[in-house]
């Protein structure tokens, strides 16, 4: 997951390296408080997760909260390359003496962290690298190791990082590092860190990828996901504890397993029709998880029919119809459903289904049919 400038900062301060003091915005009128509070000039700047902001617009110096007001009233709802702006950052302006680059990233070839540091940030990095090849450090890692104090030091003197806070530099890139470990991030990138006209080192802006294999070990990061627009419905399943991918269609797909989950799609789209959903309940679904995958679809006006393909292994095929029988009792579904079931206890769970005295419900044998079966019936819907 991709962080706003602000979130990263957040994360920075909190691992101690130095950040503009600052203030989220989501109204001018929040901009003008924020600009007082903070005191001084301000920088104003666009909360997106791309690039090039500054080029763009999105990042413009104010005096003080009347212009601050303004500034904020420019950009927000600003569309930056398609990412429109909700929300303002609003810090304390620096006086910039240099700007430098710093990133952390895995380098998945070699089983190493990799530091790249340059002394000409501020800057598309990409621009410098082809241009002046030689002002771009890079430097491996052991992530055993971690990044050493030398190590930390020499990629200062080799990118020629000013020498007389060579220090400050150093231990900047070290903090640095330990936020990209300590915080299990796929990418930590400070462009640009500068150096200011006090000598101090400062992060001026972030981007930070977390790896979201990895948020059971952070719950805190929850709130980082709340300041996203997250789609209701992928909300509504993630919190419980379902794999749900909103798509375009009209037939409802619940199966066990990614895998089985996207042949169905397939298979749906190869007789003509298209799913509106990926909804995994995984292994080992039980009936409470089938009523709970069926009441996230009831949520979904798009759904027209629905079509249950599980393959029993660890997962058994009564629990899944016994979960579809209470789901029928408890909640109010607006589609028929077509249910295929295969492997463990399949022909108890046919029975199950048999017993339910509704049209509602329509078992049928081969993954084929059952896709022709919803498609049509989602036609009718
Ligand atoms: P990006 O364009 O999206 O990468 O946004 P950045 O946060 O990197 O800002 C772009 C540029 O704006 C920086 O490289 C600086 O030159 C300038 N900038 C940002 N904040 C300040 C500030 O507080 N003072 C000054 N003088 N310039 C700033
Ligand atoms: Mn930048």
Known sequence: MDLFEYQGKSLFARLGVPVPEGRVARTPEEARTAAEEIGGKVVVKAQVQVGGRGKAGGIKLADGP??????????????IKGHTVDIVWLEQASNIAAEYYVSFTLDRS????????????????????????????????????????????ELVYRAKLDRATARKSAAALRKLYEAFVSLDCDLVEVNPLILTDDGEIVALDSKVTLDSNAFFRHPDFEDFRSAFTEDPMEKMARQRG?????????????GNGAGLVMSTIDV??????????????????????????????????????VLINIFGGITRCDLVAQGIVEALEGLELQ?????????????????????????????????????????ELAGKG
């Open 110 to 153: 070699v089983k190493k962290h990799l530091a790249i540091v340059s002394a000409q940030g501020g800057m598309d990095i990409e621009a410098v690298a082809a241009d002046t090849p030689e002002a771009v450090v890079k430097m491996h890692i052991d992530p055993v190791v971690g990044l050493t104090n030398w190590q930390a030091s």
């Open 242 to 254: 379902l794999n749900f991918i909103k798509l375009d269609g009209s037939v409802g797909i619940i």
């Open 66 to 79: 009347d212009q601050a007001f303004a500034h904020a009233t420019d950009i927000l709802g600003m569309d």
């Open 335 to 375: 589609w028929p459903i077509v249910v295929r079931l295969d492997g463990t206890n399949a022909v108890e769970g046919r029975e199950i289904l048999r017993g339910v005295v509704s049209d509602a419900v329509i078992p049928v044998e081969t993954m084929r049919e059952a896709a022709e079966k919803a498609v």
């Open 268 to 305: 749906v789209a190869l007789v003509g029709g298209a799913a509106s959903n990926f909804l995994d309940v995984g292994g080992g679904a039980g009936a409470d998880t089938i009523t709970n995958a069926l009441e996230v679809l009831t949520n979904d006006p798009t759904v027209k029919s």
